[in-house]
Every structure is written in C-alpha cells, then in structure tokens.
C-alpha cells in the first residue's frame, strides 16, 4: 500500500462550484497533513495544514481530518479559475520522511 | 533567507558529467528533504536530513546519487555519471523538523536538470 494515495483523475469544475479532493494515508502514527498546490512549472505552495480530527477553514479551502478512516480532504468553495492546479496531499511517516501523494489535477471552467 | 534557495535553477549536462545541486534551506529549519519530479508525474521522495544526519536515504535511486550537509544548513545532492533519466525537475523543502505541529515544509524554486 502507499504510504499516501491520492486516486481520482483530474477534476473538472464550474465556476462557483466546489471542488472536492480526498487522500488517504497508510501510517496510523502520522500525526501532521498537508495540502499543497502547485501550478504547472512551478514549485508546490503549501495551501493548508491540519494536526487534529474534524474540520479546519481557512478562507475559501476547508480541509477534513479523519484519523480512524485515515483519509484526509481538501474542499475548494466558490471555485475560481485561479485555482485550477494540481494539489498534492502529504504526510509524515516514521523518521520523519513526508510523503507525497500523486496529486490531482483541478480545473476550473469558467 | 527569507525561503528556500536552490541553484543553479536550470542545468543541461552532458549524459556522464557529474552534477551538483544545491540547496539553501530556511534558517533554522532543522529538517532538509531533496525530491525529483519528473514532467507530469508526482514528487518522489529521494533523501532527508535532519541536521548533518541522514536517517532515511532509501528513496536514493542509485548508488550514482549522494547528497550530504554540512553545518545543519547549505545541502549539495550530488549525480555522477549522470544518464537521461536523471532528467527532471530537483526539489528541495525544508521545516522546522519536529513530528507533530509545525512542521510545516517549504519549497525551493527546484532546479530543471535536463541530460543530454
């Protein structure tokens, strides 16, 4: 199993819509999660961070932390062309390493 | 500095040069992670630091591929005999390096490694 799984295909969304992203994650000892955003040439931006259970909002982005499923997600509100990216889920497994997911392409159509 | 910094940002190398890339993380980020991500694919994870040390060098894909840093700062990942699948884009991230809040990691501008 990967250690962090992000397994849709690219995602297309209207504008104004929300955009849903899900990832799961293989260590139950994983503590910290995060969402990056990276457009196409440039380096991933971290966009959200969550440590404990339940929901954090954060403008426009909530991410969902679920430790007993072991999936974490990421919802985009009022959807912009902006954010079309591709956004990448990580964690933190055992000595530290952060892994990556693959990623899932959102793209906003106006 | 005010982020990561890696340089040179872009480099075009013969197939069998060496290559050193470096990598100038955020000061006082313990925590030091090099990644290679090929066009259209995701991060793949190669080398952490924390400090001087390296507790996980098992994504290295090569006994071609080294990476070290000195004085808990400036990292240098290192390709000898470098073939054209080494060709991708080398990421280097770094954070504070403590399990649990704050940790937080931060990218460099990557360094676009082109073999030919």
């Known amino acids: 199993q990967k250690e962090v799984e992000q397994n849709s295909g690219p995602l297309s969304v209207p504008e104004g819509a929300i955009a849903s992203l899900n990832c799961t994650y293989s260590?139950?000892?994983?503590?910290?999660f995060f969402w990056y955003r990276q457009y196409s040439g440039k380096s991933p931006e971290l966009i959200m961070f969550?440590?404990?259970?339940g929901d954090k909002e954060d403008g426009r982005f909530t991410a969902q932390l679920n430790k007993a499923s072991q999936y974490v997600s990421l919802l985009i509100r009022d959807s912009q062309p902006s954010d079309s990216a591709t956004y990448l889920c990580a964690a933190y497994y055992g000595n530290n390493r952060l892994a990556f997911g693959k990623g899932n392409q959102v793209v906003v159509i106006p | 500095g005010a982020g990561v910094s890696q340089s040179p940002s872009n480099k075009v190398t013969e197939k069998g040069k060496d290559v050193e890339l470096r990598c100038d993380p955020i000061?006082?980020?313990?925590?030091l992670y090099w990644y290679r991500q090929s066009l259209g694919q995701g991060l793949e994870f190669l080398i952490y630091?924390?400090?001087?040390?390296?507790?996980?060098k098992s994504g290295l894909p090569s006994d071609r591929f080294s990476a070290e840093r000195t004085g808990g700062s400036v990292s240098t990942l290192t390709i000898q005999r470098t073939q054209q699948e080494d060709s991708a884009v080398y990421l280097c991230?770094?954070?504070?390096?403590?399990?649990?809040?704050?940790?937080?990691?931060?990218f460099g501008q990557g360094t676009r490694l082109t073999v030919v």
């Open positions: 969550i440590y404990s259970n």
């Open positions: 000061s006082g980020h313990t925590a």
């Open positions: 991230a770094s954070s504070l390096g403590r399990r649990g809040t704050n940790t937080e990691a931060f």
């Open positions: 630091f924390q400090g001087n040390s390296a507790p996980d």
């Open positions: 260590d139950r000892g994983s503590q910290s």
